[in-house]
């Protein structure tokens, strides 16, 4: 639903309704998608996990109002500088505010902004947004439609609840250090800030969750992740292993640690992956390697007898490829229906014939830095795609703008502004 499209002006529907009827004002608002557009994000969070959640929701169209403090009193709250890469890209499809939280006009703004909102992001630590009083249950009361999400390192509660979480802490926590890395080398971290990253995508799924369940109850609800969580439950089959076998899943270095062959392998001229499930694929595989006495083969006829002997096996397979480079590999494979595929760098990565084909780098025009290329979302809805239609917001960029939707005049505005609230 949209009115003065042209102008960028949509009708959003505010968390409250009036005789039973949803209360519609105008925004300024521009939608990166119409899935999400009829909702509003306050998002509180810093760093990496929040922000995620909200950039999750402003890509599917969401009104994400990220929420920073001023610059007067701002610490390292951002993803390396405001005109960062890395900022620029988490923070797209935003709008930004300040608010003094230490001021009680600054938390009578938020909490005025919440009344309209459908959805709060926080990460606070437990006990701060309770000595705010920002906490869910003091913001349902005005607002009993409000979605609220909390995303911590450990836990709202428990025995770790209060300490410090960030992402390589949770790696090694959660186990997934244990598992990555050659034998023998010591434990070893991801590239990516993996337990952040998914405890904001678990987030903004669980939110999702909320917001379709309040279609039918007509209420919100407290919802919590945290980084300790997301990372336990991706390690998935790994904690099966545990759970249910009762075995400790050790480190395999770049093989996958049941299914053999799979792993990375030498050619004549670089590396390849190579992936083999499955007795119909091992026999192709044997047959494209010129070896197809390895099928009948007592050492590796079956998946637990390649498991005993993967060392030998790896070297056999390694001795053969070296016979070809890695084009030749992964032209042949591929064709035999036997996944194999490059190793990249970034630059090669985007320069992978399907990687453009997908179109998953997306451009968008900012204000302050010109074009931009960032990688979109994963994901692709036919009716209602997601695009980025917003470049990330200096900080503070939308306050006035915001807090006049808000009903905030302009002389309130000015003392607000002059006393540092915003």
Known sequence: MTEGASLGVIILRASTSIGGLSAFIP????????ALAHIRVVDMTQVRAGPTAARQLADWGADVIQVQMPEHMRGDDTLGGQDGSDYQYTHRNKRSITLDLKNPEGIAALKKLATTADVLIENFRPDVKSRL??????????????????????????????????DHIAQGMGGLMSVTGSPGEGPMRVGIAIADLTAGIFAAYGITVALLERE???????LHTSLLEAMV???????????????????????????IPTGVYRTKD???????????????????????????????????????????????????LAAHG?????????????????????KQVFEEPQVQYLGMVKTVASKHHGEQKLVGQPVTLERTPSTIARAAPKRGEHTEEVLT?????AATLARLKSAGVF
Not at 216 to 222: D, F, I, N, P, V
Not at 276 to 297: H, M, Q, T
Not at 405 to 409: K, L, P, R, S
């Open 27 to 34: 925004m300024p608002h521009l939608p990166a998608s119409q």
């Open 133 to 166: 009083g920002i906490d869910y249950e003091s913001l349902c009361k005005d607002n009993p439609r409000l979605v609220y999400a909390s995303i911590s390192g450990f836990g709202q509660t428990g025995p770790y609840a209060t300490r410090p979480g960030f």
């Open 216 to 222: 039918r109850s007509g209420r919100g609800q407290w």
């Open 233 to 259: 439950y991706m390690m998935d089959f790994q904690t099966a292993r545990w759970t249910v076998e009762g075995e400790i899943p050790k480190q395999a270095g770049n093989y996958h640690p049941t299914s």
């Open 270 to 320: 670089g590396h390849i992956n190579i992936a083999v499930f499955g007795s119909k694929i091992w026999e192709r595989f044997c047959n494209a390697l010129g070896a197809p006495e390895w099928v009948n083969d007592s050492r590796y006829h079956n998946k637990s007898a390649r498991s005993v002997n993967r060392d030998s096996l790896n070297a056999a397979i390694e001795e053969r």
């Open 326 to 346: 890695s084009a030749h590999w992964i032209e042949l494979f591929n064709g035999l229906g036997v996944a194999c595929g490059r190793i990249n760098d970034m």
């Open 405 to 409: 939707e808000i009903g905030y005049d």
